[in-house]
C-alpha cells in the first residue's frame, strides 16, 4: 500500500521540478509504527516544491495524504530536503 503513495508521491513532486531525475523518495516508519516518506529534490527546485509562504507543500501534503488514507495507510508524514 505505502508503495503505491511512494509511486505517486515521486510523480506528483517530479511535476514540478526542472530536474526530475533528481528526485527521490523514500519511505521510513517512525516510532508508532506510520509511514514516514522523505522527498529529496535538488537544491534548485527546493523553492518551486515548498512554494510562497509553504502553499505547494501543504497542498502536495493533503494530496498525498487523502490517497494514502483512500490506499488504506491513516497517517502519513511527508518531509521535503534538497541536496
Do not use: H, W, Y
Not at 508508532?32 to 507543500?57: A, C, R, Y
Amino acid at each position: 500500500m505505502i508503495e503505491e503513495v511512494k509511486v505517486f508521491t515521486e510523480e506528483l513532486v517530479k511535476s514540478l521540478c526542472t530536474e526530475p531525475d533528481l528526485v527521490k523518495v523514500k519511505d521510513f516508519e517512525d516510532e508508532e509504527g506510520f509511514p514516514i516518506l522523505e522527498v529529496m529534490v535538488s537544491e534548485s527546485d527546493i523553492g518551486k516544491v515548498i512554494g510562497k509562504n509553504g502553499k505547494t507543500i501543504k497542498a502536495l501534503r493533503t494530496l498525498i495524504q487523502v490517497t494514502a488514507f483512500n490506499k488504506g495507510v491513516k497517517r502519513v508524514k511527508i518531509n521535503v530536503d534538497s541536496f
